[in-house]
């Protein structure tokens, strides 16, 4: 069935780092693919997303790329700072009309000064 | 201030006690969906309303019951609860259609 897996976390990283968290989704068409970020104690923000292949979503210096040939939406920034620590899910859009997202099991990022 | 509100934020209850968690839009929204976050499996959708008097099952119904009487309000209900109900429940709403979905804070259950 539809489903999205992410990295294994924690993600442990010193500032000014690079960061790379792996997402990969199964699907029969092009749905749309999000990233999700939830900072400690808050709901889930929307951070990036993209909603056709080979589309950049972009947002606060993260980006992702939608990779239909290999069927992956990887988050990257290239430095990292310690206010970035929470936990980042990817997901992607439901099969149908339905409006419902599909979560990867989430990853947290801890960034160290 | 655009934003999805839920209440209460914490909730410790015994199984069997009936309860309710609130979730409000001000957003005038057509969507609305709850979850529960359980760690290692990501969100899961329970139950999601596409307009007023619309509801259907999402991928974990089971013991959940929700209603939508109002454009802005989507409850979610407990009738008997259990240990295994204890979660972490966001509600979200979204446009008819639209790609962004708009969670609320978030509501932490504890199950005796």
Known sequence: GDSVTQMEGPVTLSEEAFLTINCTYTATGYPSLFWYVQYPGEGLQLLLKATKADDKGSNKGFEATYRKETTSFHLEKGSVQVSDSAVYFCARRGSGNTGKLIFGQGTTLQVKP | ?112
């Open chain 2, 1 to 112: 201030e655009a934003q999805v509100t839920q209440n209460p934020r914490y909730l410790i209850t015994v199984t069997g006690k009936k309860l309710t968690v609130t979730c409000s839009q001000n957003m005038n929204h057509e969507y609305m969906s709850w979850y529960r976050q359980d760690p290692g499996l990501g969100l899961r959708q329970i139950y999601y309303s596409m307009n007023v008097e619309v509801t259907d099952k999402g991928d974990v119904p089971e013991g959940y019951k929700v209603s939508r009487k109002e454009k802005r309000n989507f409850p979610l209900i407990l009738e008997s609860p259990s240990p295994n109900q204890t979660s972490l429940y966001f509600c979200a709403s979204s446009r008819q259609g639209g790609e962004t979905q708009y969670f609320g804070p978030g509501t932490r259950l504890l199950v005796l």
